[in-house]
Every structure is written in structure tokens, then in C-alpha cells.
């Protein structure tokens, strides 16, 4: 660290350098590397259709046939469908179902942080946003995205629609990049200046209703990152840094109940556990966790949380 | 997040003003964008075994897959500024009219129902209808004999026939569309030789009209 007054901006940048100096590039990148694989993976699945003839998947994030027999289908949709007043397929029920119960295994918003392009397009923009040094940030409360979310329910309802999907960026960023974009790009280009220049992760941590849905999921989700090893954390700050959701780290870092980051609102990206130049943070399950430091047993423990301790998260 | 009973009344009472002020604001400005732009244009038709409008809003999820399953590449999704709403598919007739495939694949494809899985036989399908709406520019109405219309119908002789009429006294022969048998293919509509189309797919309420409630045919 420099004696220069620390800005979060030279103090993002800061973190990074020494996770790789500690670590290595490659270790200090992994689970993002491995994010952005999969991120691009599951586009090109669905392009490699359309552009070169290889059916692995045919439709696209809203609902999708895999290689013809596993329908898949994104459940927010269909609610929005539901409540408009149309009683879905068993095609596109199954395809929920599945799609949820995905969700309730590998973490809610790992569909924000793995699958979401949109991720892709904000992340950029916050990257963007550090390296201009932009720290103008018109703060938005994080509940906005539920209330939202209930907004775009009551529209479906009213309009007899699914009304969402008349607006949402999601939507338009996977289809278009499958199917062609038209204007679309001007709804990305807000979304990506909203992230830019007003709201530091205005869209993805604040606003949006399909990351606040699959948050709902996420809940009961059993992939967790947890603060396994918290009592080698040197308090430097990187991970609430890196972090999209900072105020969900707090709990499990520095509470002395469990370790589990239990938020919903948890995208399971790794981006703590990159940073991090102690590897305090590991990817680890709710009621299965390994202790890889091999520390005593209270440390595998309290990684399950003892019933009184729920209500801190 | 919850906060462990540290908010007194107050607070409660803004907190929950905020979320439901915000939750009606969101869901009203989103329900005035949707009834504002929430109608395909007559132009743009729906795939085979649509549900009527209202109904297929409801129920389509802008997957694309029936778009993927026509072998013609005859459907797309809407984009901004497309004549259908956001996402839908639809196809413009002008441009590549639907082929009436027998086994009907963009149908079957479809997961949800927007597209009517019941529809078995192309030829029962409504996408909407033709109409002659050209009556001073076809060439037929103009003692020519076009007829290419009739000529390219899927449905032959029986969707259009051409009928010998006499108008101002010239025997003429005029392409007739009967609508109980055009599926709204749009097939016609591709192949009209003028510049404009001078027969066209409409919706069926906007290409044929409807009965009133009193004899005259006038709402009462």
C-alpha cells in the first residue's frame, strides 16, 4: 500500500496486486476464470445451433430444449406466465422444476454470477468505473430489487401479460446475442452506464428482479462459500472490495456463529475467496464441509450453524 | 436481511410505505409500457396454432424455439422496433410467408402452450385473412388475368377461387377469397406482382369485420 490517500479505487487495485503476489495470477484468478468459462460456455451452446448446425441446445434462457429431450425453462417467466392468467405446458412445468431444483443445489444467484451475460456487460462497467476512478454513486437501497420483483408480478396480473419481458435487459442481451439484437443494444448501453457512471453495481445488486427471484431459490441453496478459516483474516478489507453484496460477508467473517455465508443474495462467484490473500474464504456445502486446514474439530462444527444463530444472517 | 426488533413503529411504518410505494410505482409504470405497446401490428402474423392475442401474452416466453423448428426460417423474434411486442415471434407475410409444413414443427416445439399443441392439421390453422384490399390497382380488377394469387394458393381453389363478375360492364375475373378455408399463409400476399401487395393477410376481426348486437349490425 502506498502512503497516496487510499481511494476504494487504488484500494481494489491494491488487494489485487497482493492476492497475486501471494498467490500467483492463476490462483488469484481461478474461480473467475472459471466463471467467465461458464459464462461463455452457456451462450455457446445455444449459438453453436443456430450458427453451425450442432443442436445441443435449441431455444434459449427462457426455455430450451437440450439436445432435444430435456426441456429447461427459467421459472420467473413462467410465474410471471401464471399470474397472467395462463396455465403452462407440462413442457415448460418440467423445465422450471428442473431449472429450480439446479438452482437449490449449486446457490440461487450462481445464475447471476455463472450463467447471466448481463453479469458479463456490469462487471465490465464496474471494472470500468475502478479504473476511471468514478466513486459518484447515487446510493439505491438493496430492496429495491424486491420491490421490483413485486412490481413486475402486479403488472403481469393487471396486464394479463408477461409483463417483465417487455423491458427486461436480461431477456434481451441472451436472446439477442442468439437470435440478433435490433435496438436491444440501447437497453444494454443503459444498464451498462447506470453501472458506470450513477450507481456503483446499480443493476445486479440493486435493481433487478430475476437476481432478487433466483435470491428467493438461493435460500435454500447448498453450495455456500464459507469463512472457513476466519481467524487468519488480517481484517485488510479485499474481499468486501471484490464483493457485489458486501454486507453479506459481515456474518460469517466476523459474527462467531456460522461461517456459512448464507445470504440469498450470494452469487457464489468466488470473488472473495480470489482475492483473499490468506484463503480464508472456501466453495463448501451447507451440512458437508470438509476442514482442508485440518484445524481442530470446533472449526468443522460451527460450519453447520447451531439453531439460535439462523435468525444473524 | 432482517434486523434483530432494533426498528421502533416508525421506522416500520416508512419501511413498508417505501417497499409497497416502490412495488406500485414499478408495477404501474411497467403495466402502462405493456398496454401501451402490447399489440402485434396488423402486419406481423403469429406462428400456426397462436391463442388468440390476449391469451398468447400470457403465455408465450419468448424462447424462440418455434423459430428454430421452421425449416423455412420463416418466423423471428421481435426486437425493438418490430412490429410485434418484444421477444414475440411473428413473421411478415411480404417477406417469407409460412410454408404450411403437415407435421406443423414450430407448433410442436412450443412448451408452453402459447402455440395450441391441438392443431394437427395445417389446413385448420388461423394465422388471420387474405383480403383483396386493392380493388384500383389489381391487375385482375383491370381486365388482366394475374391471378397469380390464385395460382400460388397452398390451398388450391379453394382458399381463392376466381369468380367472373361483370363491373361496368366488362366481364371480369376476380380473385375471391373465402375465409373459412385461408389459413392466413400469406402465401398470396408474397407473390402479388404489384409493389405493394394488393392482396393482403390481416387479423381475422380487422380482414372480415363483425356482426353487431341489433339487425342492422350497429352496436346498441
Redesign the interface.
Given at each position: 500500500m502506498t502512503t497516496a490517500r487510499l481511494t476504494p479505487t487504488r484500494f481494489a487495485a491494491a488487494c489485487r496486486r497482493l492476492a497475486i503476489a501471494e498467490k500467483g495470477w492463476l490462483r488469484a484468478h481461478k474461480w473467475w476464470l472459471l466463471r467467465r468459462a461458464s459464462q461463455a460456455g452457456a451462450l455457446l451452446v445455444f449459438l453453436v445451433g443456430p450458427v453451425l448446425g450442432l443442436w445441443v441446445a435449441s431455444g434459449n434462457f427462457a426455455s430450451s430444449s437440450i439436445l432435444g429431450v430435456v426441456p429447461l425453462s427459467d421459472p420467473y417467466i413462467l410465474l410471471q406466465s401464471v399470474v397472467a392468467g395462463h396455465a403452462p405446458a407440462t413442457t415448460a412445468l418440467t423445465g422450471a422444476l428442473l431449472i429450480v431444483v439446479f438452482y437449490a443445489i449449486v446457490g440461487g444467484r450462481a445464475y447471476c454470477g455463472w450463467i447471466c451475460p448481463v453479469g458479463v456487460i456490469t462487471d465490465t462497467a464496474h471494472w470500468l468505473r475502478e479504473k476511471l476512478g468514478i466513486t459518484r454513486d447515487r446510493k439505491l437501497d438493496r430492496r429495491t430489487r424486491w420491490w421490483v420483483l413485486s412490481g413486475t408480478l402486479l403488472a403481469s396480473v393487471a396486464t394479463g401479460s408477461v409483463a417483465w419481458e417487455f423491458v427486461n435487459p436480461v431477456s434481451m442481451v441472451q436472446r439477442g446475442l442468439i437470435f440478433g439484437v435490433g435496438f436491444g443494444w440501447a437497453i444494454v448501453a443503459a444498464v451498462f452506464l447506470l453501472d458506470l457512471v450513477v450507481t456503483r453495481r446499480g443493476w445486479c445488486s440493486h435493481l433487478c428482479p430475476v437476481g432478487a427471484f433466483y435470491g428467493i431459490v438461493g435460500t435454500v441453496s447448498a453450495t455456500r462459500v464459507a469463512a472457513a478459516r476466519r481467524e487468519d483474516c488480517t481484517n485488510c478489507g479485499a474481499c468486501f472490495s471484490v464483493c457485489t453484496e458486501p454486507q453479506i460477508i459481515t456474518p460469517a467473517l466476523k459474527g462467531d456463529g456460522t461461517r456459512l455465508i448464507r445470504s440469498g443474495a450470494c452469487l457464489n462467484c468466488g470473488g472473495c475467496i480470489d482475492v483473499c490473500p490468506v484463503d480464508v474464504f472456501e466453495m463448501t456445502a451447507r451440512g458437508w464441509a470438509a476442514d482442508p486446514a485440518g484445524k481442530d474439530a470446533a472449526v468443522r462444527q460451527d460450519l453447520e450453524p447451531p439453531a439460535p444463530a439462523r435468525e444473524a444472517a | 436481511?432482517?434486523r434483530?426488533s432494533t426498528m421502533n413503529r416508525r421506522e416500520v411504518l416508512a419501511s413498508v410505505a417505501?417497499?409497497g410505494g416502490?412495488?406500485?410505482?414499478?408495477?404501474?409504470?411497467?403495466?402502462a409500457?405493456?398496454?401501451s405497446?402490447?399489440k402485434a401490428e396488423a402486419t406481423a402474423l403469429r406462428p400456426p396454432g397462436a391463442l388468440p392475442e390476449?391469451?398468447f401474452?400470457?403465455?408465450?416466453?419468448?424462447?424462440?424455439?418455434c423459430?428454430?423448428?421452421c425449416p423455412y426460417d420463416t418466423l423471428?423474434?421481435?426486437?425493438?422496433?418490430?412490429p410485434a411486442?418484444?421477444?414475440t415471434p411473428f413473421f411478415l407475410a411480404r417477406d417469407t410467408p409460412c410454408a404450411m409444413c403437415r407435421d406443423i414443427p414450430c407448433t410442436r416445439?412450443?412448451?408452453?402452450?402459447?402455440l395450441d399443441?391441438g392443431l394437427t392439421d395445417i389446413r385448420e390453422a388461423d394465422m388471420g385473412v387474405a383480403v383483396l384490399v386493392g380493388h384500383e390497382t389489381c391487375l385482375n380488377y383491370k381486365g388482366m388475368t394475374c391471378s397469380i394469387c390464385h395460382r400460388v394458393c397452398p390451398i388450391r381453389d379453394e382458399a381463392i377461387t376466381l369468380e367472373r363478375q361483370t363491373i361496368d360492364g366488362r366481364s371480369l375475373v376476380i380473385p375471391t377469397v373465402h375465409s373459412d378455408r385461408c389459413t392466413g399463409c400469406g402465401t398470396c400476399e408474397k407473390h402479388c406482382v404489384l409493389g405493394h401487395a394488393a392482396i393482403r393477410v390481416l387479423p381475422r376481426d380487422l380482414g372480415l369485420g363483425g356482426k353487431g348486437r341489433n339487425q342492422a349490425g350497429r352496436p346498441t
Amino acid at each position: 500500500m502506498t502512503t497516496a490517500r487510499l481511494t476504494p479505487t487504488r484500494f481494489a487495485a491494491a488487494c489485487r496486486r497482493l492476492a497475486i503476489a501471494e498467490k500467483g495470477w492463476l490462483r488469484a484468478h481461478k474461480w473467475w476464470l472459471l466463471r467467465r468459462a461458464s459464462q461463455a460456455g452457456a451462450l455457446l451452446v445455444f449459438l453453436v445451433g443456430p450458427v453451425l448446425g450442432l443442436w445441443v441446445a435449441s431455444g434459449n434462457f427462457a426455455s430450451s430444449s437440450i439436445l432435444g429431450v430435456v426441456p429447461l425453462s427459467d421459472p420467473y417467466i413462467l410465474l410471471q406466465s401464471v399470474v397472467a392468467g395462463h396455465a403452462p405446458a407440462t413442457t415448460a412445468l418440467t423445465g422450471a422444476l428442473l431449472i429450480v431444483v439446479f438452482y437449490a443445489i449449486v446457490g440461487g444467484r450462481a445464475y447471476c454470477g455463472w450463467i447471466c451475460p448481463v453479469g458479463v456487460i456490469t462487471d465490465t462497467a464496474h471494472w470500468l468505473r475502478e479504473k476511471l476512478g468514478i466513486t459518484r454513486d447515487r446510493k439505491l437501497d438493496r430492496r429495491t430489487r424486491w420491490w421490483v420483483l413485486s412490481g413486475t408480478l402486479l403488472a403481469s396480473v393487471a396486464t394479463g401479460s408477461v409483463a417483465w419481458e417487455f423491458v427486461n435487459p436480461v431477456s434481451m442481451v441472451q436472446r439477442g446475442l442468439i437470435f440478433g439484437v435490433g435496438f436491444g443494444w440501447a437497453i444494454v448501453a443503459a444498464v451498462f452506464l447506470l453501472d458506470l457512471v450513477v450507481t456503483r453495481r446499480g443493476w445486479c445488486s440493486h435493481l433487478c428482479p430475476v437476481g432478487a427471484f433466483y435470491g428467493i431459490v438461493g435460500t435454500v441453496s447448498a453450495t455456500r462459500v464459507a469463512a472457513a478459516r476466519r481467524e487468519d483474516c488480517t481484517n485488510c478489507g479485499a474481499c468486501f472490495s471484490v464483493c457485489t453484496e458486501p454486507q453479506i460477508i459481515t456474518p460469517a467473517l466476523k459474527g462467531d456463529g456460522t461461517r456459512l455465508i448464507r445470504s440469498g443474495a450470494c452469487l457464489n462467484c468466488g470473488g472473495c475467496i480470489d482475492v483473499c490473500p490468506v484463503d480464508v474464504f472456501e466453495m463448501t456445502a451447507r451440512g458437508w464441509a470438509a476442514d482442508p486446514a485440518g484445524k481442530d474439530a470446533a472449526v468443522r462444527q460451527d460450519l453447520e450453524p447451531p439453531a439460535p444463530a439462523r435468525e444473524a444472517a | 436481511m432482517t434486523r434483530k426488533s432494533t426498528m421502533n413503529r416508525r421506522e416500520v411504518l416508512a419501511s413498508v410505505a417505501k417497499a409497497g410505494g416502490v412495488t406500485c410505482l414499478a408495477g404501474l409504470a411497467l403495466t402502462a409500457y405493456v398496454e401501451s405497446t402490447s399489440k402485434a401490428e396488423a402486419t406481423a402474423l403469429r406462428p400456426p396454432g397462436a391463442l388468440p392475442e390476449d391469451d398468447f401474452l400470457s403465455a408465450c416466453v419468448r424462447c424462440g424455439l418455434c423459430v428454430q423448428a421452421c425449416p423455412y426460417d420463416t418466423l423471428h423474434l421481435a426486437t425493438l422496433g418490430d412490429p410485434a411486442p418484444l421477444g414475440t415471434p411473428f413473421f411478415l407475410a411480404r417477406d417469407t410467408p409460412c410454408a404450411m409444413c403437415r407435421d406443423i414443427p414450430c407448433t410442436r416445439a412450443c412448451p408452453t402452450g402459447a402455440l395450441d399443441a391441438g392443431l394437427t392439421d395445417i389446413r385448420e390453422a388461423d394465422m388471420g385473412v387474405a383480403v383483396l384490399v386493392g380493388h384500383e390497382t389489381c391487375l385482375n380488377y383491370k381486365g388482366m388475368t394475374c391471378s397469380i394469387c390464385h395460382r400460388v394458393c397452398p390451398i388450391r381453389d379453394e382458399a381463392i377461387t376466381l369468380e367472373r363478375q361483370t363491373i361496368d360492364g366488362r366481364s371480369l375475373v376476380i380473385p375471391t377469397v373465402h375465409s373459412d378455408r385461408c389459413t392466413g399463409c400469406g402465401t398470396c400476399e408474397k407473390h402479388c406482382v404489384l409493389g405493394h401487395a394488393a392482396i393482403r393477410v390481416l387479423p381475422r376481426d380487422l380482414g372480415l369485420g363483425g356482426k353487431g348486437r341489433n339487425q342492422a349490425g350497429r352496436p346498441t
